[in-house]
């Protein structure tokens, strides 16, 4: 069983997020950077750029690329990964581009390229979710303009009871899985993918439960933000 009396196998009850840390600006060769760990998932992200979009064919007249690659290294899960993109990762990288496509004011930047990669060291479920609330710390970081943070968080549903945010045996056992992404201030939703199902009550339940979450890790990116630059002020002269 992966839940019993409501409370689940790690020790969380249905509504609660696994232990998440953030922090910014931790590569020093890119413009910006997060590192964050979520769980399980280790993850670290960086960004490049604007720079002028390479080949010419690729650019846009009128706005910047947004070019998010996501990437989990062989390691990042017990049994070896095979080296290099697959179906997976693809569909990751475009849908992670788009989300955050939504919130980056690319019209300031006609003609270029904002390289955004994100590389899973340790996976354990919801590596998307991690993988796309690291960028934008690290776009912030870069100093890249956005209408807000996005932010990501997943709900999704376990012997019957819906649950937030699920861990590693939840996410393989389980009986469905739903990430979302939203720009906090407004809290509209940028990306939104469902593996499983779910009734049309459970998915409303969800989906608050969700929403619930992005809440609850956008105050972290924040925080993290504030970290970096609070530290910044004490050792300036």
Known sequence: MLIKDGIRMDGRKPDELRPIKIEAGVLHRAQGSCYLEWGGNKVMAAVYGPREAIPRHIQHPL??????????????VSDRKRPGPDRRSVEISKVTSEALEHVVFTGLFPRTMIDVCIEVLGAEAGTRCAGLTAAAVALADAGIPMRDLPVACAAGKIDGTV????AGDEDCEGEADMPIAIAPRTEEILLMQMDGHMTYQEFEEALELALKGCREVSKLQKEALLRKYETKNEVAP
Not at 63 to 76: E, G, T
């Open 163 to 166: 649950v937030l945010d699920l």
């Open 63 to 76: 706005k910047a690329v947004i070019n998010a690659r996501y990437n989990m290294v062989p390691f990042s």
